[in-house]
């Protein structure tokens, strides 16, 4: 009979190994520290990641090739990640996504913009380089393309929302070359232009690939009509869109009056503005236990953004939900997720501060 002795046996394998007598050679933090000092990417729980290379894309846009460990699971051309990196002796998380498709030498390229006083993103761009080594999460989401691959695949990005549609544009390119793609791609100016000459390669190579570089330093944004021009061509080839906030909404507006919305697929470097902002909800006072200090969140905007606002400094890796870095044991008070209006008023529960707005005063395990 298994199932009376299962338990026994486990008890006394865990206390076997929990015993202070084999230490260190129980203690997996040890066993890491260990194994790590003859090389840092070796671990028997993390995904550890060397730079191989760095690509100056653009004068602010930076490519790092990554040669991940063997617990890299692979990923679909169009998923993110969440990289964490050593700075300054703090650990700083940042989604991104991963800008290759799945590579027969194992390596991912990720792509990143410097944004103005950005931590992990200038040190992307100015010091990272071959030999540091990074920790990565599992792949993740959904902007991904079908099994079988259509006919037609409509593309739009702006701006670094281009790193994702990059992945799906050369995995169709070796996956279903015979896939026909629109390819609309915004950018300031032709120097802005991320992956610029790869993309001109590829259309002078591909008859299938219809490339449109849109510069707006030179025509400006493309307004609505355009929009609804591009939507109208579209008609029901599926979409998928990335990029700046106003874009991306200007873009579902486009594809919901020609009725075709269902066919968009996208994926967003942040909230929507219309979270983000707030609203006009009323001011709660929220206690942050741990740092002793006390704020006021108003207007029903992320709680993350109201704790910066005070001066806190939560950790957090994608600002929109995905990453759970910013996850936060609320004491007491009610919150509404600001994605599903959803309200809870559980005491002890854990809430994600980057989409958890106060709807009552709050205290918090900060
Ligand atoms: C799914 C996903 C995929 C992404 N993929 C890419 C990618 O491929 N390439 C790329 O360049 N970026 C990508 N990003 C954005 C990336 O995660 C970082 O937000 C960006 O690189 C800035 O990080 P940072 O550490 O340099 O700046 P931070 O140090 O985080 O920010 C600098 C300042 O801006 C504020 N801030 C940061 N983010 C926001 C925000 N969303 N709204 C308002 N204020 C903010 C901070 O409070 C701070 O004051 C992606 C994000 C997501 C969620
Ligand atoms: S920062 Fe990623 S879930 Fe909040």
């Not at 299962?6 to 129980?26: D, F, K, Y």
């Not at 692979?74 to 996504?97: C, I, K, M, P």
């Not at 030179?218 to 355009?226: C, E, M, P, S, Y």
């Not at 206690?287 to 709680?303: D, H, M, T, Y």
């Amino acid at each position: 009979m298994l199932t009376p002795i299962a338990p026994r046996v486990a008890g006394r394998v865990e206390g076997l190994l929990s015993s202070r007598w084999l230490s260190p050679l129980n203690d997996l933090e040890a066993i890491e520290d260990l194994i790590g000092r003859f090389d840092a990417t070796w671990s028997l729980t993390r995904i550890k990641a060397r730079v191989v290379a760095a690509i100056h894309e653009t004068a602010d846009v930076r490519t790092l090739i990554l040669r991940p460990n063997r617990l890299w699971p692979g990923h679909a051309a169009g998923q993110h990640v969440l990289v964490e990196a050593e700075l300054d002796g703090r650990r700083v998380r940042r989604t991104f996504s991963v800008s290759s498709p799945p590579r027969a030498d194992g390596t991912l390229s990720i792509t990143v913009k410097r944004r103005p006083a950005g931590k992990l993103s200038v040190w992307w761009n100015e010091r990272a380089s071959a030999g540091d080594v990074l920790t990565l999460g599992v792949p993740a989401g959904d902007f991904v393309l079908p099994a079988q691959p259509p006919r037609q695949i409509v593309m739009l990005s702006a701006g670094s929302g281009i790193t994702p549609v990059m992945a799906l544009l050369r995995d169709l390119g070796e996956r279903a070359p015979a896939t026909r793609v629109l390819f609309v791609h915004c950018a300031h100016s032709r120097d802005d232009v991320i992956f610029r000459d790869e993309l001109e390669q590829m259309a002078a190579r591909r008859p299938r690939l219809d490339l449109r570089l849109h510069l707006t330093g030179t025509h400006g944004r493309l307004d609505a009509a355009a929009l609804s021009d591009l939507a109208r061509t579209a008609g029901r080839d599926l979409t998928f869109v990335c990029g700046p906030a106003g874009f991306m909404e200007a873009v579902r507006a486009a594809w919901r009056e020609a009725g075709n919305e269902d066919r968009l697929v996208s994926e967003r470097f942040g909230l929507p503005a219309s979270i983000a902002g707030g609203d006009a909800s009323a001011p709660q006072s929220v206690r942050a236990e741990r740092s002793g200090i006390s704020f006021v969140a108003g207007g029903g905007k992320p709680l993350l953004a109201e704790a910066e606002a005070a001066s806190l400094t939560p950790a957090y890796g994608c600002r929109m939900g995905i990453c759970h870095t910013c996850a936060c044991r609320k004491a007491s008070g009610i919150v509404e997720d600001l994605r599903t209006g959803h309200l809870s008023d559980e005491p002890g529960e854990i809430i994600q501060l980057c989409v958890s707005a106060a709807r009552s005063p709050l205290t918090l395990d900060l």
